[in-house]
């Protein structure tokens, strides 16, 4: 498995900005996809973004298109969210995950580790 931390997290006022990392650790980095979700108070947990091994492929859940970027430098073992435009919606807990099987990178299934998580705050 991979261990995951992560970091960042913060208080924002509404429209601004912030950059979340994932720092990996104890398998081959470039293996994993990687994935950052994140769960509002009293939701489920949602996914956010994905990342493929190479960096070569993202995916952005709807409504952070346009507003938030994955990327990754496998030679720091990282991964990054930068976060633009932050609205109060997009106030959570952000994880970060791992994975190298699943199927439907969307769904947490799909990810075999996760991090701590990081509180994100965004006032209005």
């Known amino acids: 498995q991979v261990q995951l931390v992560e970091s960042g997290g913060g208080l924002v006022q509404d429209g601004g900005s912030l950059r979340l990392s994932c720092a990996a650790s104890?398998?081959?980095?470039?293996?994993?996809?990687m994935g950052w979700f994140r769960q509002a108070p009293g939701k489920e947990r949602e996914f956010v973004a994905y990342?493929?091994?190479?960096?070569?492929?993202?995916t952005y859940a709807d409504s952070v298109k346009g507003r938030f970027t994955i990327s990754r430098d496998n030679a720091k073992n990282t991964v990054y969210l930068q976060m633009n435009s932050l609205k109060p919606e997009d106030t959570a807990v952000y994880y970060c995950?791992?994975?190298?099987?699943?199927?439907?990178?969307?769904?947490?299934?799909?990810?075999?580790?996760w991090g701590q998580g990081t509180q994100v705050t965004v006032s209005s």
């Open positions: 995950a791992s994975g190298r099987t699943g199927l439907r990178i969307s769904r947490a299934s799909s990810y075999d580790s």
């Open positions: 104890g398998r081959t980095f470039s293996d994993y996809y």
């Open positions: 990342i493929r091994w190479s960096g070569s492929g993202t």
